[in-house]
């Protein structure tokens, strides 16, 4: 006869004070970070691997997670990335007979401590109401003081560099290595599908530490130039905008999602600033004010471009914004081949609207080789 699985408890602290009372999953033990949440449905392995998370608290907004478990195959880096898990309702059991695991077993696995039985709902609209804010997950501490000393130990997400912690620590290949077409990618916390995408495309690719300066980036000998998503705040990565500028100056193309679009704005003199709680999901519209037509939009980040600074520069035009709020999604730089997305046209999970992103981009590159 089966023995039912003893219940544990856990607490979730938010900075403003409140206290929350659930039950425990994955790894036991205490977490802390800055808390957001995610609309998406569906894909929540990609969503826990993304390194754009890295740092950060993560409410699934769908009411079951782990209901057709997980797969070796269906991640975006070598480990779960988000610092903790909160969740409405978490299943034992998944229906998937090609699934590896379950997602207990992996979170364990990854060491993620995580809370459900909460009303995830109730918490969004808090977060939406009064912005993002850092918490803490403890399954091991139920003295308030207590909490309250770990919660203080968390530092602020503005200001944090973070994408230094999940670059990669050495440069590797990526893709053909006789294609025609060669991109040095400039780590910030890339995603595994967007070199897919790009090698699919016919794209040789060298992937290259977030610190690393443009010699090097030139000893590939690159056609173009690719800076990629990431966590943590742009303000704090004078390194990547040096970079960037001189990739400018030299009039290399160009492509930045998400952390990357943000650092080509800040390459041209365009501020960034802390979202009140930031876009996460895969059902953000986003209309393409070169075309005129409209895409649905998967996302995820907590900083953005500063509208009226990107809209009266002299040296970008405004290529998308958001239909929701009418923020910043895009931009192209006037006169050079360089052009940036805040959102993630890789989309894993989420549409495909945007995939054409990547073809403009080999476009671009065989327009500059070709001239």
């Known amino acids: 006869m089966a023995t039912q699985k003893e219940e544990r408890f856990a607490y979730l602290l938010l900075e403003d004070g409140t206290l929350l009372k ?46 057709y478990g997980v797969r070796n195959e269906e991640t975006e880096s070598d480990s779960v990335k988000i610092k903790g898990l909160i969740c409405k309702n978490i299943s034992e059991k998944f229906s998937r ?53 770990e919660l203080d130990k968390v530092p602020s997400m503005a200001g944090l560099e973070l994408s230094s912690q999940v670059s990669t620590t050495e440069p590797y290949e990526f893709g053909d290595k006789d294609a025609d077409i060669k991109i040095a990618v400039l780590d910030l916390g890339v995603k595994r599908h967007i070199l897919q995408c790009m090698a699919d495309r016919g794209a040789h690719l060298k992937v290259f530490p977030s610190k690393t300066d443009y010699s090097t980036l030139m000893s590939f000998n690159p ?28 009039k290399k193309p160009i492509f930045g999602i998400c952390l990357g679009h943000q650092i080509l704005a800040r390459a041209n003199d365009i501020g960034t600033f802390k979202m009140h709680h930031g876009h996460r999901g895969l059902n953000h519209p986003v209309k393409n004010l070169i ?35 009418d923020s910043i999604e895009g931009i192209r730089v006037k006169g050079k081949p360089a052009f940036s997305v805040q959102y993630h046209p890789e989309s894993t999970p989420g549409p495909h609207d945007s995939r054409y992103l990547f073809d403009d981009f080999i476009g671009m590159i065989k327009e500059h080789k070709a001239s």
Do not use: W
């Not at 425990?24 to 800055?34: D, I, K, N, P, S």
């Not at 608290?57 to 782990?66: A, D, E, H, Q």
């Not at 609209?125 to 399954?139: D, E, F, L, P, Y």
């Not at 056609?223 to 030299?250: C, E």
């Open 22 to 67: 659930g039950k425990a999953f994955g790894a036991t033990g205490t977490t802390g970070g800055e808390i957001c949440f995610n609309t998406g449905m569906t894909g929540y392995q990609e969503v826990f691997t993304d390194p754009s998370y890295y740092g950060q608290m993560l409410i699934m907004n769908t009411v079951y997670i782990g209901n």
């Open 97 to 149: 007979m090609i699934a590896d695991d379950d997602l207990e077993s992996y979170l364990i696995a990854n060491n993620i401590v995580a809370i459900h039985d909460i009303d995830t709902r109730s918490l969004v609209q808090h977060i939406r109401t009064k912005g993002a804010m850092n918490c803490i997950i403890s399954t091991e501490i139920t003295d308030l003081d207590a909490l309250q000393k």
């Open 223 to 250: 056609d173009g130039v690719f800076i990629s998503n990431g966590p943590g705040d742009p303000a704090a990565m004078d390194y990547a905008v040096d970079t960037v500028r001189k990739a400018l100056d030299d």
């Open 291 to 325: 075309t005129g037509t409209s895409e649905i939009t998967t996302q995820n980040h907590g900083f953005g471009v500063v509208p009226d600074a990107a809209k009266n520069s002299d040296k970008v035009e405004v290529t998308h914004v958001n239909l929701n709020d």
